[in-house]
């Protein structure tokens, strides 16, 4: 026959008392929740800015290149840190939204490709925007699930 065991009460409580802590904290968890999307949304802009190509051109024509990738931005702010730091996200249900964006007018020409000048080719797309996100895709489960378990380690060791 199986003994039933030994419970403490004591870490019981104290248990429930965190849970209902934490439960009732809702400005703690949109906030949680808010840092781990911008976390996110600057890997993801860090990774499409590298992916970037840059425009070469002759000295003698004065262009510089690095338009395309210089105009990513994340709301209304150009720049990397710029844009990092001012992340908009956007609550709706339980889903939060981050725009990311290029307001280049021919980027998405060269994300997903274009006809050449004189309609007889094709250049193939960069697929930067697509192939950065399908990595924070990928990455965002584990990177998500360290974060929860720091968010709920200070919770519970408080």
């Given at each position: 026959m ?9 870490e ?5 008392e ?6 009732g904290?809702?400005?703690?968890r949109?906030?949680?929740?808010e ?6 949304a600057?890997?993801l802009l ?7 190509p ?22 209304n702010?150009e ?25 280049t ?6 994300e ?24 924070i ?22």
């Amino acid at each position: 026959m199986m003994g039933m065991g030994s419970v403490n009460m004591r870490e019981l409580v104290k248990f429930q008392e965190n849970l209902n802590r934490l439960a009732g904290r809702e400005d703690t968890r949109n906030s949680f929740c808010e840092s781990c999307a911008k976390e996110l949304a600057a890997r993801l802009l860090t990774k499409v800015i590298k992916r970037t190509p840059v425009g070469k051109y002759p000295a003698s024509t004065g262009k510089v290149g690095g338009t395309l990738r210089r105009g990513w931005t994340a709301g209304n702010k150009e720049g990397v840190q710029a844009a990092v730091d001012s992340i908009q996200v956007t609550k709706s249900g339980n889903q939060y939204t981050i725009k990311i964006m290029n307001p280049t007018e021919y980027a998405s020409f060269v994300e997903f490709g274009h006809r050449t000048a004189n309609h007889n080719g094709w250049v193939k797309g960069q697929f930067m925007m697509t192939i950065s996100e399908n990595e924070i895709k990928r990455m965002a489960p584990g990177l998500l699930e360290k974060r929860l378990e720091e968010f709920l380690g200070g919770t519970f060791n408080a």
